[in-house]
């Protein structure tokens, strides 16, 4: 079974400062890893994938993530938030099979 | 590319009636469509698998009676909400994969208010 855990519900930043959100997995097979963002009332929108080639992978408005499999971690970063960051960011796995499973989600408030 | 649309993006509909939803791939075809449900300020919940001409594979706990589903094309799936109660109120979403795409991209998702 695979699972996901994003830890923090809430992040509130300050415009500028850096963007942290933690995601952890457990899978028994090698995992694809994505991480979407969900403005309100709207879909998903894929920030980044990891799909076994480079482990620093790089997605739009400038998101990052590392995987690290030491770590079963795939935190994503961005230098400098910016005021349309805001919204609700979710992890999710893909193993065995084409399922995905999500985290619980994140929702990043910026501060001006 | 790839893109998946919904259709209607938000209904409200009275208690005992049924509502269908519609998920189309604009742009390539979808072996495989998958519909979730978000309450809200929650995640998305998978509620069923389908793959084109074949029946629906449901997730533990989903009605397959209450949301019935189909996928009768490349491009088109539908879900059905039978016998619509306020408790099915929800967001509903759909999302596409296409044969080697490893990625599933999502629709815009549906409103669903029931009286």
């Known amino acids: 079974a695979q699972s996901v855990t994003q830890l923090g519900s809430h992040v509130s930043v300050s415009e500028g400062a850096l963007v942290l959100l933690r995601c952890n997995y457990s899978?028994?097979?090698?995992?694809?890893l994505f991480w979407y963002v969900q403005y309100p009332n709207q879909g998903l929108q894929l920030l980044l994938k990891?799909?076994?080639?480079?482990?620093l992978v790089k997605g739009i408005n400038g998101f990052e993530a590392e995987f690290k499999k030491s770590e079963t971690s795939f935190h994503l970063t961005k230098p400098s938030a910016h005021m349309s960051d805001a919204a609700e960011y979710f992890c999710?796995?893909?193993?065995?099979?084409?399922?995905?499973?999500f985290g619980g989600g994140t929702r990043v408030l910026v501060k001006p | 590319g790839a893109v998946v649309s919904q259709h209607p993006s938000r209904v409200i509909c009275k208690s005992g009636t049924s509502v269908k939803i519609e998920c189309r791939s604009l742009?390539?075809?979808?072996?495989?469509m998958f519909w979730y449900r978000q309450f809200p300020k929650k995640s998305l919940m998978l509620m069923a698998t389908?793959?084109?001409?074949?029946?629906?594979?449901?997730e533990q706990g989903v009605e397959k009676d209450k949301f019935l589903i189909n996928h009768a094309s490349l491009t088109l799936s539908t879900l059905t909400v039978t016998s619509a109660h306020p408790e099915d109120s929800s967001f509903y979403i759909c999302?596409?994969?296409?044969?080697?795409?490893?990625?599933?991209?999502f629709g815009p998702g549906t409103r669903l208010t029931v009286l």
């Open positions: 899978s028994s097979v090698p995992p694809y």
């Open positions: 990891y799909t076994s080639a480079a482990t």
């Open positions: 389908s793959n084109e001409g074949s029946k629906a594979t449901y």
């Open positions: 999710a796995v893909r193993a065995a099979g084409n399922k995905l499973t």
């Open positions: 742009d390539f075809q979808a072996t495989t």
């Open positions: 999302s596409a994969e296409g044969s080697g795409l490893h990625e599933q991209f």
